[in-house]
């Protein structure tokens, strides 16, 4: 099993905003005095239920959004605390895909106590072993039993989750939010990162480019979609992949988080081994009655368009994440996403004209060590 090379020298994870913590030391700081009491006050009543111990309270990991998690003991082991700030995030989503997942048997952070209102949520504690950094360790052992067993496990985990979620509740993954996606990337990455203007011929050029993916996607049969389901939001758990951050699970195209979990934001493969994880996710679905075609050619296609629509969307928030959010860390994986998508527009008929777009923003010795 191979791997792109920049996968084993990309292994220090560069990005912390998800790596898990235990450091106790390590103080919590609340911006808000008024949003510091409110929490304080929740976290005394749940004291008595779950044997709360207030002084370990401690960070253990933020992401890209607004929201943040605390770990906390208690009598039965450690809790997580999510505080998602309610003029930025609401948690309802979170709770309400967090109850579809139990209903399915599938393992994820299990909402014990809510307070909605602020934005503060109790969960139960999956650990520390973050698929990603496992993922890593062994590519950059050789260990190969290891990287198959992580991504059968995913795979298998992904047939479950498209089996047994229960899609009818979760909103649309329509074209207005395809399309309100793809927007992003002239937005925040031709223009706020490049400071290109493209023209009336070049704005015709991506306007095609964007029917002809919004197309495939709504063309392909729906199911719950994770929509970033990659080894970052995956726990190694001793009964199974633990799935986190799924509050913005929509009913969706099928092939969206196969491609999300083989062309993933952190680390690539070879295109051989890319197929292979595809194939075998093919094949369980298959299996499983879920509704992909019977020849994996007419699976891989839609899959790989998905995947492009996919990057095009990432490469505008990573850039919105450093101009807007002041989180720059993430534009370091630019060229990743840019030849993912220029291998896509340049394999297939009618997307030639969006790779050629593209290419002037790419520059070739920026993303050629991902090829």
Same mark, same amino acid.
């Given at each position: 099993?191979?791997? &792109?090379?920049?996968?084993?020298?990309?292994?220090?994870?560069?990005?912390?905003?998800?790596?898990?913590?235990?450091?106790?030391?390590?103080?919590?700081?609340?911006?808000?005095?008024?949003?510091?009491?409110?929490?304080?006050?929740?976290?005394?009543?749940?004291?008595?239920?779950?044997?709360?111990?207030?002084?370990?309270?401690?960070?253990?990991?933020?992401?890209?959004?607004?929201?943040?998690?605390?770990?906390?003991?208690?009598? @039965?082991?450690?809790?997580?605390?999510?505080?998602?700030?309610?003029? #930025?995030?609401?948690?309802?989503?979170?709770? #309400?895909?967090?109850?579809?997942?139990?209903?399915?048997?599938?393992?994820?952070?299990?909402?014990?106590?809510?307070?909605?209102?602020?934005?503060?949520?109790?969960? @139960?504690?999956?650990? @520390?072993? /973050?698929?990603?950094? +496992?993922?890593?360790?062994?590519?950059?052992?050789?260990?190969?039993?290891?990287?198959?067993?992580?991504?059968?496990?995913?795979?298998?985990?992904?047939?479950?989750?498209?089996?047994?979620?229960?899609?009818?509740?979760?909103?649309?993954?329509?074209?207005?939010? /395809?399309?309100? +996606?793809?927007?992003?990337?002239?937005?925040?990455?031709?223009?706020?990162?490049?400071?290109?203007?493209?023209?009336?011929?070049?704005?015709?050029?991506?306007? @095609?480019?964007? &029917?002809?993916?919004?197309?495939?996607?709504?063309?392909?049969?729906?199911?719950?979609? #994770?929509?970033?389901?990659? *080894?970052?939001?995956?726990?190694?758990?001793?009964?199974? *992949?633990?799935?986190?951050?799924?509050?913005?699970?929509?009913?969706?195209?099928?092939?969206?988080? =196969?491609?999300?979990?083989?062309?993933?934001?952190?680390?690539?493969?070879?295109?051989?081994? +890319? /197929?292979?994880?595809?194939?075998?996710?093919?094949?369980?679905?298959?299996?499983?009655? /879920?509704?992909?075609?019977?020849?994996?050619? +007419?699976?891989?296609?839609?899959?790989?368009?998905?995947?492009?629509?996919?990057?095009?969307?990432?490469?505008?928030?990573?850039?919105?994440?450093?101009?807007?959010?002041?989180?720059?860390?993430?534009?370091?994986?630019?060229?990743?996403?840019?030849?993912?998508?220029?291998?896509?527009?340049?394999?297939?008929?009618?997307?030639?004209?969006?790779?050629?777009?593209?290419?002037?923003?790419?520059?070739?010795?920026? =993303?050629?060590?991902?090829?």
């Amino acid at each position: 099993m191979r791997t &792109n090379p920049q996968a084993t020298r990309d292994l220090r994870y560069r990005h912390t905003m998800n790596t898990p913590s235990d450091k106790s030391s390590q103080a919590v700081v609340w911006a808000d005095d008024r949003r510091r009491d409110a929490f304080t006050r929740w976290l005394a009543e749940l004291v008595p239920a779950h044997g709360l111990r207030p002084n370990t309270l401690r960070p253990a990991s933020s992401d890209a959004s607004f929201r943040r998690y605390l770990r906390i003991d208690g009598a @039965s082991g450690s809790f997580i605390v999510m505080d998602a700030p309610p003029e #930025h995030e609401d948690v309802r989503p979170f709770v #309400h895909v967090a109850g579809l997942i139990a209903s399915a048997r599938l393992n994820a952070p299990q909402v014990l106590a809510q307070d909605v209102a602020h934005g503060f949520l109790l969960l @139960s504690d999956l650990g @520390s072993r /973050l698929y990603l950094a +496992e993922l890593q360790q062994a590519v950059a052992a050789g260990d190969t039993p290891s990287i198959d067993r992580l991504m059968r496990s995913a795979m298998s985990t992904l047939v479950m989750w498209q089996q047994h979620v229960d899609a009818s509740t979760l909103p649309a993954y329509d074209a207005a939010l /395809l399309r309100r +996606e793809l927007a992003l990337f002239p937005e925040w990455c031709v223009q706020r990162e490049f400071g290109v203007t493209w023209d009336a011929e070049q704005q015709a050029v991506w306007a @095609s480019s964007c &029917n002809l993916l919004v197309t495939s996607a709504l063309a392909q049969p729906t199911v719950a979609v #994770h929509r970033d389901y990659m *080894p970052r939001n995956l726990m190694v758990c001793d009964d199974g *992949p633990g799935i986190l951050d799924f509050q913005d699970a929509v009913r969706g195209p099928i092939s969206y988080d =196969v491609a999300s979990m083989v062309r993933d934001a952190f680390i690539s493969w070879d295109e051989e081994q +890319e /197929l292979d994880f595809a194939i075998r996710y093919w094949q369980q679905a298959r299996q499983a009655g /879920l509704p992909v075609p019977a020849d994996f050619g +007419e699976f891989w296609k839609p899959l790989e368009w998905m995947g492009l629509q996919r990057h095009l969307k990432v490469l505008g928030i990573f850039c919105r994440l450093k101009h807007r959010d002041g989180k720059p860390a993430y534009s370091a994986d630019l060229p990743r996403f840019f030849a993912y998508a220029h291998k896509v527009a340049t394999r297939y008929e009618g997307l030639g004209p969006l790779a050629r777009l593209i290419e002037p923003l790419m520059g070739a010795t920026r =993303v050629e060590a991902f090829y």
